[in-house]
């Protein structure tokens, strides 16, 4: 979460990590308004591994989008955060979905208030499945809240939204998640 021209903009990641721990989250955004001091980040080297072990995973799975379907996979760079940045990623990543691309990596979203960045969009018929990877031997909570997220941002960008979200696990088990499921518990969180 950060402070865009004084709006406080979060990501789907935050909104998991108040499934996992409302605490920790309202200890960060009191740090972002400059209500407390941030503690500084300690070396993790377990943290550290593990984000090069899930960057490995994802790029994996990037692989084989991109043997199944060449230059059908559009890549969408990380922007700049700044609300100019964002909001051109998101509109690339939306011009992607809508010119049919079969896959979109790093699809980004961002209406001003919540920011996402979604591994994976794949087309399946005549709508949107949002993937995500995780190295995570079974889906948790906190994973489909992200998905539910994605899903949402782009329902409400006019896009049709396959019926399944999916996390693709880290021994390769794709696990198929129903967004009509998810999604409520999804617009709770992040209402509260």
């Known amino acids: 979460m950060f402070l865009l021209d004084d709006v406080l903009v979060y990501s789907a990641r935050d909104l998991a990590a108040a499934a996992s721990c409302e605490f920790a989250v309202l ?17 993790d080297p377990m943290l550290e591994r593990t ?7 994802e790029q994996r799975i990037l692989a084989d989008f991109r043997a199944e379907h060449g230059s059908g996979v559009v890549e969408i760079p990380r922007p700049e ?18 010119d049919g691309a079969p896959v979109v990596y790093q699809g980004a979203f961002f209406d001003g208030r919540l920011v996402g960045f979604c591994d994976f969009l794949v087309r399946e018929a005549d709508a949107y499945a949002v993937y995500d990877t995780k190295l995570s031997r ?3 909570v906190e994973a489909l809240l992200q998905l539910a997220a994605y899903a949402d ?3 409400g960008s006019g ?11 880290g021994q390769g088990i794709v696990s198929s998640h129903s967004y009509a499921d998810i ?9 509260h």
Do not use: F, M
């Not at 200890?27 to 300690?42: I, K, M, N, R, T």
């Not at 984000?51 to 995973?57: D, I, V």
């Not at 955060?81 to 990623?89: D, I, K």
């Not at 896009?159 to 696990?169: D, E, F, Q, S, Y």
């Open 153 to 155: 941002a782009l329902e």
């Open 138 to 140: 079974h889906a948790k």
């Open 81 to 98: 955060y700044t609300a100019g940045g964002l909001a051109a990623a998101a509109h690339a990543s939306l011009s992607a979905v809508r």
């Open 159 to 169: 896009v049709p939204v396959a019926a399944h979200t999916r996390l693709i696990l």
């Open 27 to 43: 200890c960060e955004l009191d740090a972002v308004l400059g209500l407390a001091q941030q503690a500084p980040a300690a070396d």
């Open 51 to 57: 984000a090069r072990l899930g960057s490995r995973h």
């Open 183 to 191: 999604a409520p518990v999804y617009k709770r969180r992040r209402a």
